[in-house]
């Protein structure tokens, strides 16, 4: 009986040593958009176009609030 136990802890020892090689190599291909790892020319960049970004779905919700007339 115990080596039946032992054999199952290597074999679930494994599993997640497998699990977690697969894990960190596919986990960490898409680079999160914060300002943690930029430098500073790039985290202005990143504001510059997150900014041009709300401005341009504000403007495109406004176009679509007005070309929509109300109806009571």
Same mark, same amino acid.
């Given at each position: 009986?115990?080596k ?6 290597? $074999? +679930?020892? &494994?599993?997640?040593?497998?699990? %977690?090689?697969?894990a960190? @190599? ?6 999160? !958009? *914060? ?7 790039? $985290? +202005?960049? &990143?504001?510059?176009?997150?900014? %041009?970004q709300?401005?341009? @779905? ?6 679509? !609030? *007005? ?6």
């Amino acid at each position: 009986m115990a080596k039946t136990t032992n054999r199952t802890n290597v $074999y +679930i020892l &494994l599993l997640a040593i497998l699990i %977690a090689a697969i894990a960190g @190599y596919y986990l960490p291909t898409k680079r999160p !958009e *914060t300002g943690a790892s930029m430098t500073p020319k790039e $985290y +202005i960049e &990143l504001v510059e176009k997150k900014k %041009a970004q709300r401005l341009k @779905y504000a403007a495109e919700e406004n176009a679509a !609030e *007005t070309a929509q007339p109300v109806e009571k």
